[in-house]
């Protein structure tokens, strides 16, 4: 019998926070929200056919014992701590760290399913970093920001409504102009990246006023995973570059 695959991020989102709405104590097997919360990690369009191949993929008690780990891996812990695994423990870490942001990003997760909207969106290789690591808040948030951000009717809406206030069409952090570098080839092209992370601004409909102009070096930089952070402003990666370049 095939065995069910590791733990993902989004799933340990979804369980850790949970946990955590649940004073950072375990859910037992006849709790109706390990149920609820099974039900949903077998319907994540993640793990392609495990849930109709393996029988107790995501099983209830599978789940209770995931909240057992994250429960006591937590470091104020009085008792002896399950195994657990080196996900459990940086998603632990990041609800420490970031309480309000995570619960959030679980929020998000859970409206992206109910509503039907992740199941429709593809995989996106950009949703995981160079070594394919997801973000701490999981592959499938980073995969819909994605989606919407290449919109291409948004993207042209956005520059519309600048050239027709004349605004320019360059870079927000570093000011780079693909018309001025590249002439006519560049001419009205610039990328789009949400001021503000799914998780953060909750999965609206997306207004012009939420995208910021972004050249692809810098857009690339907003989207970079790091070990605690996954998700930059604009603002956020011109402080970087201050930081890295100061006589600039």
Not at 44 to 67: E, M, N
Not at 107 to 133: C, F, W
Not at 229 to 237: F, K, L, Q
Request: glycine share 8%; proline share 6%; charged share 25%.
């Amino acid at each position: 019998m095939p065995r069910s695959p590791d733990w993902t991020h989004d799933e340990l989102l979804l369980a850790c926070a949970l946990v955590v709405e649940n004073g950072w104590a375990e859910l037992r097997e006849g709790d109706a929200r390990v149920r609820d919360l099974s039900e949903l990690l077998r319907s994540l369009p993640i793990h392609a056919g495990a849930a109709q191949t393996i029988t107790k993929f995501r099983s209830i008690g599978s789940v209770s014992h995931k909240t057992s780990d994250l429960a006591s891996n937590h470091p104020a812990y009085s008792g002896t701590p399950t195994k657990g695994g080196r996900r459990d423990k940086v998603v632990i870490a990041a609800f420490i760290s970031r309480p309000s942001e995570m619960l959030k990003a679980a929020d998000a997760l859970r409206q992206g399913i109910s509503t039907g909207e992740l199941h429709k969106l593809p995989e996106d290789p950009d949703e995981v970093d160079d070594e394919g690591n997801p973000a701490i808040e999981g592959r499938l948030l980073a995969r819909w920001a994605l989606h919407r951000e290449r919109d291409r009717t948004l993207r042209a809406r956005k520059i519309a409504r600048a050239v027709k206030l004349g605004q320019p069409l360059h870079c927000e952090v570093c000011t780079f102009d693909f018309g001025h570098f590249y002439g006519s080839l560049g001419k009205g092209y610039i990328e789009v990246h949400h001021r503000l992370p799914l998780h953060v601004s909750g999965p609206c409909k997306t207004k012009l006023d939420d995208l910021a102009f972004l050249c692809a070096n810098c857009h690339r930089m907003c989207h970079k995973s790091q070990p605690g952070e996954s998700w930059r402003t604009p603002s956020a990666v011109r402080a970087q570059i201050a930081q890295s370049t100061p006589d600039l």
